[in-house]
């Protein structure tokens, strides 16, 4: 999580009206983010798996050849005509709606900036 002034931390909650898939709109974001260093094993990239203790959403993983534990970026699902990223660290952000304004537009993409209690 990033902190902001005066010590709150915050996530983003996206929200993209589609038809598609929640898997489909999460397999646009993991496609965008995966980076390739010089040395061996220097390869960082995002996952979607499915979730496990429901069905109809998946988890967005970071996951770096190096190390065999993933990282949780976010997680995708359908809530109605609209599939929502969330739990988002505000430090992703840029990863995440690059690639979903690119494919699904500025007006179809909108975003929750929400303060976490920690």
Same mark, same amino acid.
């Given at each position: 999580?990033?902190?902001? !002034?005066?010590? +709150? $931390?915050? &996530?983003? =909650?996206?929200?993209?009206?589609?038809?598609?898939?929640?898997?489909? $709109?999460?397999?646009?974001?993991?496609?965008?983010? @995966?980076?390739?260093?010089?040395?061996?094993?220097?390869?960082?990239? =995002?996952?979607?798996?499915?979730?496990?203790?429901?069905?109809?959403? =998946?988890?967005?993983?970071?996951?770096?050849?190096?190390?065999k534990d993933l990282?949780?970026?976010?997680?995708? @699902?359908?809530?109605?005509? &609209?599939? +929502? !990223?969330?739990? *988002?660290?505000?430090?992703?952000?840029?990863? +995440? *709606?690059?690639? !979903? *304004?690119?494919? @699904?537009?500025?007006?179809? +993409?909108? =975003?929750?900036?929400?303060?976490?209690?920690?």
């Open positions: 999580m990033c902190t902001f !002034l005066f010590g +709150v $931390v915050m &996530t983003i =909650w996206f929200y993209v009206k589609t038809n598609d898939d929640p898997k489909v $709109v999460g397999e646009v974001v993991c496609v965008f983010n @995966y980076a390739e260093g010089i040395h061996p094993n220097d390869q960082y990239s =995002w996952i979607l798996q499915e979730g496990r203790d429901e069905t109809g959403y =998946w988890e967005i993983k970071g996951k770096y050849a190096g190390l990282t949780e970026i976010g997680l995708v @699902y359908r809530i109605g005509d &609209t599939v +929502v !990223l969330s739990e *988002i660290d505000n430090d992703f952000a840029p990863n +995440v *709606i690059a690639p !979903l *304004i690119t494919k @699904y537009g500025f007006d179809n +993409v909108k =975003w929750l900036v929400v303060p976490t209690i920690s």
